[in-house]
């Protein structure tokens, strides 16, 4: 095993490992960056489909430390994602730490918490620790449902080109953002693009008064007065949902994930897309839905979201609550050393203003472990830290935590140094195999 315990390795080269690799460069921090892919981008080089835009604003997704290009619109192709995180990666000299198609298989802490890491092809390789950006829209979620499907079923994912769509009878399943985008699609070169939708969802569009929706609510706004406004204005706007034959929704602004499409209400009303209610069940080409009705499709599209996983984790090690990883200031998780999970959140805006700050506070948490002798999860763990209850994130709360963490690491420091005569601290029992069997 080839001895690199004097650096951390970095699981990834997506938007979140390219801005944690340049946070730890900038801190000084010496670490490696490993990808599967060709090239930089995540999800945004293998995982979207060619015709995709972002859903939040340009200025709410570039990184603030190096912003999009000023020609760029509003909402960017992926094409234009790919180039910008590319010209992220030179900017900041990122791409001399990468090491391309280099796929982890296995990550496994070893007695001392250092980490020993296993390749695609049997090398392994010893780390100081391991900080994972392997992003959360990979691990396909499929629904389930009485009979079978006998014509086409795919996931969202497997989606890549319209002309996949051409001349075919397409049902997409699912009310986010990329059920709506590829129900649109459908709605241009289908025989028909018919929506499942189990619940109500907010649809909001894309701009209101030709500013991007996300931009219109402002950290100083509280939330409550958020979720007024933006209903005044969707009244306003839009109208009822039900005027377009869609449900209402079941929950609150907020709550659950809104759904940024301009698009789907524009094809509700030319009847290119319908909308239908939850499946009952499948028999051969034929979908049978709640309400009674049935149709043939020869295409079902999945777009049922994805599972978050750590496939080359020890099972146990990163626990996962539905969508929410069980992480302390979003990234630590517990009972663990010199391990760091980034990048599970879902904020309600673009990843680079809330992830900018983020990886710089995470290279500081790595600074502070390394003055500590006890686990800073343990810190955190005694300090009365709360381990998240859902991986939605108010933007503007989020960065008002990161400062105030800033502030708070000394304390931290002070903290652990109390605790390292504690009989309950020195009682905590660190993460093994046999603590999850």
């Known amino acids: 095993m080839e001895d690199r315990s004097d650096r951390f390795l970095i699981i990834g080269a997506g938007p979140t490992g390219l801005v944690v690799a340049r946070a730890l460069k900038q801190a000084g921090v010496p670490y490696e960056q490993v990808e599967a892919d060709e090239d930089v981008g995540g999800n945004w080089r293998h995982g979207v489909y060619t015709t995709a835009h972002i859903i939040s604003s340009r200025r709410t997704t570039s990184f603030p430390e190096y912003p999009m290009p000023a020609h760029y619109p509003d909402f960017p192709s992926r094409a234009q994602m790919l180039a910008y995180l590319s010209d992220y990666a030179r900017h900041f000299g990122l791409r001399e730490h990468i090491q391309f198609r280099r796929e982890v298989t296995a990550a496994t802490p070893l007695e001392d918490w250092s980490w020993q890491v296993r390749l695609a092809g049997g090398e392994e390789r010893r780390y100081k620790g391991v900080i994972v950006c392997n992003g959360h829209h990979w691990d396909r979620r499929f629904p389930t449902y009485p009979g079978t499907f006998t014509g086409e079923w795919w996931h969202s994912k497997d989606y890549r080109h319209p002309e996949q769509l051409v001349g075919k009878r397409v049902l997409v399943i699912g009310g986010g953002n990329s059920a709506c985008d590829i129900a649109s699609e459908a709605a241009r070169v289908s025989v028909c693009s018919h929506l499942s939708l189990r619940r109500g969802y907010w649809f909001l569009p894309k701009t209101m008064f030709g500013i991007p929706t996300v931009e219109i609510m402002r950290g100083w706004i ?59 069940r499948l028999e051969g080409r034929q979908v049978h839905f709640v309400d009674g009705t049935a149709d043939e499709y020869d295409l079902v599209i999945c777009a049922t979201g994805f599972h978050l996983s750590f496939p080359f984790l020890p099972p146990g090690l990163v626990e996962v609550k539905g969508s929410t990883a069980q992480l302390y200031a979003g990234v630590i998780p517990p009972r663990t050393r010199n391990l760091y999970v980034f990048g599970t959140t879902q904020p309600r805006y673009g990843f680079g203003p809330l992830a900018s ?7 500081q948490f790595i600074q502070l472990q390394d003055s500590m002798t006890l686990p800073l999860s343990v810190v955190l763990e005694m300090g009365g830290e709360k381990l998240p209850t859902t991986h939605l994130v108010d933007p503007h709360a989020a960065l008002r935590r990161m400062k105030l963490a800033r502030y708070f ?29």
């Open 222 to 280: 509280p939330v409550p007065a958020q979720r007024l406004l933006l209903r005044v204005l969707l009244r306003i706007i839009v109208g009822k949902y039900t005027q377009y034959g869609l449900p209402e929704p079941d929950h609150r602004i907020f709550e659950r994930h809104p759904t940024v499409n301009s698009e789907l209400l524009h094809y509700l009303k030319h009847g290119r897309i319908r909308p239908r209610p939850d499946i009952a």
């Open 357 to 363: 700050p983020a990886a710089d506070l995470l290279a």
């Open 409 to 437: 690491l000394p304390l931290l420091a002070r903290r652990e140094r109390r605790l390292r005569t504690s009989p309950r601290a020195r009682a905590i029992t660190l993460w093994t195999p046999a603590r999850t069997a």
